[in-house]
């Protein structure tokens, strides 16, 4: 079965520095990968998601902006944190539609 | 568009009580998948069940079971006797298809406590 490793676990940064979150996918080739924000309140929400090595969708616009430089190699980034962006990051991949959806165990971003 | 409803935002209940988390949907596309998660206090989110829109069984795992029906787009959780390691964040989500990547819309979660 598959292995979603995410780090890191917890994160504090200064508002205007850059950010790089990294996810890695172990046990299976080709996934679909996916970048999710859970805000406070719960509500999860989709960031990114690629079917492919260098193919990223994006569903909101903001200052995050995600790569996918190897099959099972997922990043993060921006350039400048706002403080708007803290919140609980989690890196997700399936097989596709057929398939469950697994969660890493998420980054805890507090932006300062 | 595609919704998913979770009214309850709270239920708190006495270990070993039965509990039922809500679900309803709304989506247009006729083939669909809906899934429940579990999110325990350290924050991962637990795979629990997927079931398509193609099959309306019921099904029970332990001390799990989720009740499917399309007539009133809902797709409820029941957790039998109630444990504290049970409690958690639900999340009910949606799914359907997009090409080969997943459009997956998830509930606002119910946080469930079972107190012992």
């Known amino acids: 079965s598959q292995t979603i490793h995410q780090w890191p676990a917890t994160l504090v940064q200064p508002v205007g520095s850059p950010l790089s979150l990294e996810c890695t996918v172990e046990g299976t080739s080709n996934p679909n990968l996916y970048w999710y924000r859970q805000a406070a309140g719960r509500g999860l929400q989709l960031l990114f998601y690629s079917v492919g090595i260098g193919q990223i969708s994006s569903e909101v616009p903001q200052n995050l902006s995600a790569s996918r430089p190897q099959d099972r190699q997922f990043i993060l980034s921006s350039k400048k944190l706002l403080l708007s962006d803290s919140g609980f990051y989690l890196c997700?991949?399936?097989?596709?539609?057929?398939?469950?959806?697994?969660f890493g165990n998420g980054t805890r971003l507090t932006v300062t | 568009a595609q919704k998913v409803t979770q009214a309850q935002t709270e239920i708190s209940v006495v270990e070993k009580e039965d509990v039922t988390l809500d679900c309803v949907y709304e989506?247009?596309?006729?083939?669909?998948?809906l899934f429940w998660y579990k999110q325990p206090p350290s924050g991962e989110l637990v795979f629990l069940i997927r079931?398509?829109?193609?099959?309306?069984q019921n099904e029970i795992s332990g001390r799990y079971s989720w009740n499917f029906q399309k007539s009133t787009s809902s797709f409820n959780f029941t957790i039998t006797a109630s444990q504290v390691v049970d409690s958690a964040v639900y999340f009910c989500a949606l799914s359907v298809h997009t090409g080969s990547a997943r459009q997956l819309t998830f509930g606002s979660g119910t946080q469930l406590t079972v107190l012992p």
């Open positions: 079931r398509n829109s193609f099959d309306e």
């Open positions: 997700a991949s399936d097989r596709g539609t057929d398939s469950p959806l697994h």
């Open positions: 989506t247009r596309d006729t083939t669909y998948y």
